[in-house]
């Protein structure tokens, strides 16, 4: 397996949305070639070997590379999965990397830049939680991966979004205010629509207001998600990958994991 976090999950992420974009890449790299579902064949996929009289497996596309043949499980057509999974480093695997899928997508084909800080300041109390959680509970027999795990792979977004956080507290968010706040990014996750790049906010409209105040702080401060090279990670972390991919609901969808045929 191999998990290039960032550049794999907003492309990983934007191929399920059927999102497009006339720009071949903002972030200066070209991100490893990979798989996504799709409800018809590939068009542009190899041939089907003409002595099969098989027909073509409608759920996962599969793409062959020089070295590989890569094949992602399917995504949920709604929501993000493992939300609410009963394995608690799942659980919060899946509220880390479907809030960081959900503001890739926005960030890269997203035209209001304050509203994709907006969702970004939203889903910095559940990462921040999430991440506290995986450290807490990665699995003993995975100990001599943890650091690089919590560093390499989970680190470049929790960094950002710490500073996301900050920035709430710092618009005068108190510690009702964001639990309400993720609450509200919880629900919105739980019935995102993934051809919809900004997902549906409901806040009251004071805490709507602290926000927005929050996310014009932040947005000052940082760049874009495809601009920022400090989240451009290729950590080597393969038995955790296999963890994630082997355990978790999401079978390695949130993050663009290449899986070897």
Not at 144 to 169: C, F, K, N, T
Not at 212 to 219: C, I, K, L, Q, R
Not at 222 to 249: A, W
């Amino acid at each position: 397996m191999a998990t290039r976090l960032v550049i794999m999950t907003i492309v990983a992420a934007a191929l399920a949305t059927g999102c497009s974009s006339d720009d071949p890449g903002d972030a200066g790299t070209t991100p490893a070639p990979i798989s996504t579902t799709t409800t018809s064949p590939d068009p542009t996929g190899p041939a089907p070997s003409p002595t099969s009289d098989e027909p073509a497996d409608e759920s996962t596309t599969v793409i062959d590379t020089t070295t590989t043949t890569s094949v992602v499980a399917a995504v949920p057509e709604v929501g993000v999965p493992g939300l609410d999974s009963d394995l608690v480093v799942c659980r919060a695997w899946s509220r880390f990397a479907g809030s960081f899928q959900v503001v890739a997508v926005a960030a890269s084909f997203g035209d209001d830049p304050i509203e994709v800080a907006r969702l970004e300041v939203a889903a910095a109390p559940v990462v921040a939680d999430a991440v506290e959680e995986m450290v807490a509970e990665w699995p003993t027999e995975l100990a001599d991966e943890a650091d690089l795990v919590a560093d390499g792979l989970l680190g470049p977004y929790a960094r950002r979004s710490a500073r996301a956080l900050d920035a709430l507290v710092a618009a005068g968010a108190d510690d009702d205010e964001l639990a309400e706040l993720a609450d509200a990014w919880l629900a919105a996750l739980e019935v995102r629509d993934p051809t919809e790049v900004l997902p549906t906010l409901e806040l009251d409209p004071e805490l709507d207001a602290l926000v927005t105040t929050a996310a014009v702080d932040f947005e000052s401060q940082v760049v874009p998600i495809p601009l920022d090279p400090s989240l451009v990670t290729d950590v080597d972390v393969p038995r955790s990958e296999e963890f994630l991919f082997e355990t978790c609901p999401d079978r390695g969808t949130l993050a663009g994991t290449e899986v070897e045929g």
